[in-house]
């Protein structure tokens, strides 16, 4: 089992930036692969941003790509993301998430934490 824990959360002014925090334990060593999502009230969760140790790649959406970087510690089971020029749009509940594999080229993200929020005011 994993457990994963954000932070790092909170308001900030359109064109601020933020750092998310995404702590986990457990069997953080099976991983295949961490991530981040978010999601909005009465909207589907998205996709934001992916790093994985064991395939040497990190992905993004193409809404962050240039303004958001994600980064990690495989070692601590920890992963970052360092959020630039904030819209109003990137309002939402972010949440990490860890994969334990990978089928048909698809992370199977297994683990979720409980989110922190991000609200950028405009």
């Known amino acids: 089992q994993v457990q994963l824990v954000e932070s790092g959360g909170g308001v900030v002014q359109a064109g601020g930036s933020l750092r998310l925090s995404c702590a986990g334990s457990?069997?953080?060593?099976?991983?295949?692969?961490m991530g981040w999502f978010r999601q909005v009230p009465g909207k589907e969760r998205e996709f934001v941003s992916a790093?994985?140790?064991?395939?040497?790649?990190?992905s993004y959406a193409d809404s962050v790509k240039g303004r958001f970087t994600i980064s990690g510690d495989d070692a601590k089971g920890s992963i970052y993301l360092q959020m630039h020029s904030l819209r109003p749009e990137d309002t939402a509940g972010y949440s990490c998430?860890?994969?334990?594999?990978?089928?048909?080229?698809?992370?199977?993200?297994?683990?979720w934490g409980q989110g922190t929020q991000v609200t950028v005011s405009s």
């Open positions: 790093i994985s140790w064991k395939a040497n790649s990190t």
């Open positions: 998430a860890a994969a334990g594999g990978i089928l048909d080229g698809y992370y199977q993200w297994d683990y």
């Open positions: 457990g069997r953080t060593r099976d991983l295949y692969a």
